[in-house]
């Protein structure tokens, strides 16, 4: 069977960002995931997320609900080739087959035929309602999976810069789990302020690397930018930053001069502060996430390798450290190949 179409809700904290263990087996090779679309032409946000059981055969939700209208055109998320058109659970279902993945689609009638050829954005279909547990009435239920491994089918859709299309969307799992994250966030938080007040400069900047940016912290690289298999879940998510092991309240630096645009609270990320900077003509974002507290704020010019702030495990983590994102000209990009 392609997936799970009844059964009650496993309700799962994700922790969307955290150190891996030293010492760990690296795994099976991650699938590689193509760049692709909403299968909705306005793209809406979930109305129901993607929250996958902690053991295969358990109860969850192995795909996302999307909010749309009866008779609404589904597209191709991807290009590819349709592998199935058919009824299952009295429901309409087109898969489509990119090779590496394939995308589900339900509930639909099907406008494609198995062995048809269809590009990203192409019509394969319209949307029916009828799927359960939509909460804005008519959904579809768009599924991505490796194999027989299901992945969150968000992950076909790039991470935007918030500075030009808008806050990335974090996608939380229930609103227990998120009431019980923030609680435990704010008790770290507490716990780790003494050790913040001595913290101190912790000493000199580290040097800049090869293309003139300087590390943000001194300690190891703990968790490398893009897929890895989730330590908890056991299923491939983006991993959308470099991950850095430090001690709680070590100082955290500015990577190359720029200006504070943003900072603030997000329960995944934690505390927040986004730097804008230009290095050698290139327009560069940095964010740094999961402190204690920064000490700049936005519209604050600053140095590279300057101090701003402290690191610590605020929001969904597993311990002190730095998640850090950069963006080069409003793309997403892996940290490690500019530090």
């Not at 996302?64 to 080739?81: Q, T, W």
């Not at 494609?112 to 019509?123: E, K, T």
């Not at 810069?161 to 938080?189: F, S």
């Not at 003509?281 to 000490?295: E, P, S, V, W």
């Amino acid at each position: 069977m392609l997936w799970r179409t009844a059964g009650g809700l496993l309700v799962a904290l994700v922790l969307l960002s955290g150190s891996v263990r030293p010492g760990r087996a690296a795994g099976p090779a991650p699938p590689a995931v193509p760049s692709g679309r909403s299968p909705l032409a306005d793209a809406p946000a979930p109305s129901r997320d993607f929250q996958p059981p902690a053991r295969r055969w358990q109860a969850g939700h192995r795909g996302v609900d999307l909010p749309g209208r009866s008779g609404e055109p589904v597209l191709a998320a991807a290009a590819g080739r349709v592998s199935y058109v058919g009824v299952l659970a009295g429901r309409g279902v087109v898969v489509v087959d990119h090779g590496s993945v394939r995308t589900t689609y339900e509930p639909v009638t099907a406008r494609v035929r198995v062995g048809d050829r269809v590009a990203a954005g192409q019509v394969i279909g319209e949307l029916v309602a009828g799927h359960p547990g939509c909460s804005a009435g008519t959904c579809l239920h768009w599924g991505l999976k490796a194999g027989e491994d299901y992945l969150d089918p968000m992950l076909m859709i790039p991470t935007p810069d918030p500075g030009t299309t808008g806050e990335a969307r974090v996608r939380l799992l229930g609103a227990d789990a998120v009431a019980e994250a923030e609680r435990r966030a704010a008790e770290r938080a507490r716990a780790q302020a003494a050790l913040a007040a001595s913290a101190g400069a912790g000493g000199p900047a580290p040097p800049p690397g090869a293309r003139g940016l300087v590390p943000p912290v001194t300690g190891p690289r703990t968790s490398a930018f893009g897929m890895r298999l989730h330590p908890i879940l056991r299923v491939w998510k983006l991993h959308d930053g470099l991950d850095f092991g430090t001690g709680c309240g070590a100082p955290l630096r500015a990577v190359a001069d720029g200006v504070v645009s943003e900072a603030y609270f997000n329960t995944g990320y934690g505390n927040r502060l986004l730097i804008d900077h230009q290095v050698n003509g290139r327009r560069l974002r940095t964010a740094y996430n999961h402190a204690i507290r920064y000490t700049v704020s936005p519209g604050d010019q600053v140095r590279a390798g300057q101090v701003i702030g402290l690191s610590g495990s605020t929001g969904y983590s597993t311990g002190c450290h730095l998640h850090l994102m950069l963006w080069v000209d409003g793309q997403l990009t892996d940290p490690a190949k500019w530090l």
